[in-house]
């Protein structure tokens, strides 16, 4: 307010003055004596406090604070509070700027980010500072202070509950893709590389073809072949394209057999391995036991017209089934996808189970073996087992791992429905008993002919020789004892020592073979204490190093 100020003496520039109306001047002098009077009511002792209180009751109805027992309007920290109570209330600040600080850092919000992080270096620094208390309690109260404006402007700025709840569903999901697609790619390369053959084995492979291929043809003949159809001996039946698994099964059983003479080996395999499965038995016999090895593209009646499996395996639909690539690439789906496309249910030995009373025409009982296992104990008791009249004798599964028939079968088919019990016992293939007598009474092979020709487009299993096994064999399998045989040493690593070395026969299903870098290591001596790292094949093809 200046003294004899008035619109009509005011000088502008130019020194020109500016002249109102009369009217005007009158309304402008109403104006100002309006101006001075709320100034002096103002000025009031009485008028401030009054604003005061209503400022103080209008600051405690406003929950500003964060979190902790401070308000950041309200300045609890000036109210007398003692040393402790004011660190009390700075670690919870503290709490608060970190969890903000990791919101902002969600939100994008990284101005704000860095500005509590810089916040809370300061007072990092300031609690190891060894200034006088006097001084160091006017730091905390100033840091207090700073540290609230910075949190009420968080609070406003990260409060908006569906923005950060947007954020953190979208990394959510973001995360969840992520984990999908990590968990595809490392059941892919799990499988894969379960299904690849080694190096090492590789060229084991390689050495053995070439000197079989150098051998004079008089050499090539196994001894003992009278043997071959003798009833009165123990017959082992083995399928497999892996020579160094094909040996481990030989000689873990002629090493714990009592009688090695007694026993003969019919070992098949394909084309492209037969000279290395020749050439390893050729120069590494059995002791005392018969040996001989066949390539299934020889039977002459094993073709397309006969076998229902071999007519699907070639046919270019079958190939598009395992192999397309474009297929749903979840954890769940994805996952049994790669199964379909192991090569394993695209070779015809994984099927010769089915054909054994035709491969062995003169035998009246035969053990099947899979070539990932090792016999651990003399299975001369098993052909004086009585079957009952069934077929199949064999270790049940569904008491272990709950597998019954619905696991395998598709039930929502009628015609799996109305033929078989979907809580029916399922039981496992790798150590099997069969009687062929009763196979032939049975006409177990049409059996399943009949199913696998119903199954041509894969609706009532989708995949090997299990679901198939399962079908042709309903009622036909009586159940051994459980020492006979035991699984998961292929990807159980909890199996009980002591239940390991009392079995039987101890069976590497699954994706963690021995002969794999993926092998559980503490299964895996069980398997290589039967092979002669010192042979010169195995020593500079390298194997296991």
Known sequence: ???????????????????????????????????????????????????????????????????????????????????????????????????YSGLAKLTNNLALHEELETQLAKIASEEESSDSDTDQLQRVLDTIRDMGQILARAKEQLYECKLVTNKLRAMLQAAEEELEYTQTYTTFLTQLASKALPDS????????????????????????????????LYHYALFSDNVLAAS???????????????HVFHLVTDKLNFGAMSMWFLLNPPGDATIHVQRFEDFSWLNSSYSPVLRQLESAAMKKFYFKTDRSESVESGSENLKYRYPKYMSMLNHLRFYIPRIFPKLEKILFLDDDVVVQKDLTPLWSIDLKGKVNGAVETCGVTFH?????????????????????????????????????KNNITETYHFWQDLNENRTLWKLGTLPPGLITFYKLTLPLQGKWHLLGLGYDKGIDVKKIERSAVIHYNGHMKPWTEMAISKYQPYWTKYINFDHPFIFSCRLFE
Not at 249 to 260: G, L
Not at 415 to 438: Q, R, T, V
């Open 1 to 99: 307010m200046v003294p004899g100020f008035g619109h009509g003496t005011w000088i502008g520039k130019g020194s020109q003055a500016l002249n109102d109306t009369p009217e005007m001047l009158s309304e402008r002098s109403l104006r100002q004596e309006r101006r001075v009077k709320r100034a002096d009511e103002l000025m009031n002792d009485d008028t401030i406090q009054k604003f005061e209180k209503a400022a103080l009751a209008r600051s405690r109805s406003v929950d500003s604070a964060p979190l902790g027992n401070y308000t950041i309007w309200k300045n609890e920290y000036r109210r007398g509070n003692n040393y402790e109570d004011i660190l009390h209330l700075m670690q919870d600040q503290i709490i608060m700027a970190r969890v």
């Open 404 to 440: 019954r028939l619905d696991t395998y079968l598709n039930f929502s088919d009628k015609h799996i429905s109305e033929n078989f019990n979907p809580k029916y016992c399922a039981w496992a293939y790798g150590m099997n008993i069969f009687d062929l007598k009763e196979w032939k």
């Open 201 to 232: 084995i590789h060229c084991l492979t390689m050495r053995l073809t070439l000197e079989y291929h150098l051998l004079p043809l008089p050499m090539r003949n196994f001894p003992r072949r009278e043997n071959l159809e003798n009833p009165n």
């Open 248 to 262: 481990v099964v030989v000689n873990s059983t002629v090493m714990n057999a009592e009688d090695p003479s007694r």
